[in-house]
């Protein structure tokens, strides 16, 4: 069966850290994949999705950036967070051919 | 670009009243649609879906969902709901963006609270 991890589960980075998030999947192959970010009110937005390896596009311009460097591994990341990147962030994948996507537990990025 | 709108952000009843909660999507083409559900502290799960067929699509927990076309609207609804429904709800809308490739797209969530 399929299954999702993504972690560190909560994570503190001081302003103007790097940050690298990691969310990978077993079972599957070529998954759509998805980081999405989840504030209280504002429902889930859109960061990034992958339709395959080095494939990302970017719905919303930030300080944020994705990669892609195996089939199965997708990665957040930011060279120097800012305050408002505080957030919770989930990782996602779906098949190619548009079913359901199926969610990791999150991760809670505070930046202090 | 395809949006998701839930009118509705916090609803708040009381056990056995009936629940319906709000989902419009713009987007003129071929649609998959989804309701999530989160309970506190857990992650998202996949209450229901519609692909196609019968627009009446029933999912966990005696949710159910109606799909029309015309109004561009997925509605869920629940006859009688439970102090564990208490939950966020989201509805999400895979869309064809060209290339293969199909995005998913939520609305901004409803928070369900049920009073015992």
């Known amino acids: 069966s399929q299954t999702i991890h993504q972690w560190p589960a909560t994570l503190v980075q001081p302003v103007g850290s790097p940050l690298s998030l990691e969310c990978t999947v077993e079972g599957t192959s070529n998954p759509n994949l998805y980081w999405y970010r989840q504030a209280a009110g504002r429902g889930l937005q859109l960061l990034f999705y992958?339709?395959?390896?080095?494939?990302i596009s970017s719905e919303v311009p930030q300080n944020l950036s994705a990669s892609r460097p195996q089939d199965r591994q997708f990665i957040l990341s930011s060279k120097k967070l800012l305050l408002s990147d505080s957030g919770f962030y989930l990782c996602?994948?779906?098949?190619?051919?548009?079913?359901?996507?199926?969610f990791g537990q999150g991760t809670r990025l505070t930046v202090v | 670009a395809q949006s998701v709108s839930q009118h509705n952000h916090h609803v708040i009843l009381s056990e056995a009243a009936s629940l319906e909660l709000g989902c419009n999507y713009s987007y003129g083409g071929t649609v998959n649609l989804f309701w999530y559900v989160q309970y506190p502290g857990q992650h998202l799960q996949l209450l229901l879906k519609?692909?196609?067929?019968?627009?009446l699509v029933k999912g966990i927990k005696g949710f159910e969902a109606e799909f029309i076309k015309s109004k561009f609207s997925f509605n869920l609804r629940k006859p009688s709901v439970q102090w564990s429904d208490t939950a966020e709800y989201f509805c999400?809308?895979?869309?064809?963006?060209?290339?293969?490739?199909?995005?998913?797209?939520f609305g901004k969530g409803t928070k369900l609270s049920v009073i015992p």
């Open positions: 992958s339709i395959g390896i080095g494939q």
């Open positions: 519609y692909f196609s067929g019968d627009p």
């Open positions: 996602a994948w779906s098949v190619r051919e548009a079913t359901e996507a199926f």
């Open positions: 999400a809308v895979i869309t064809y963006s060209g290339a293969g490739s199909y995005q998913l797209t």
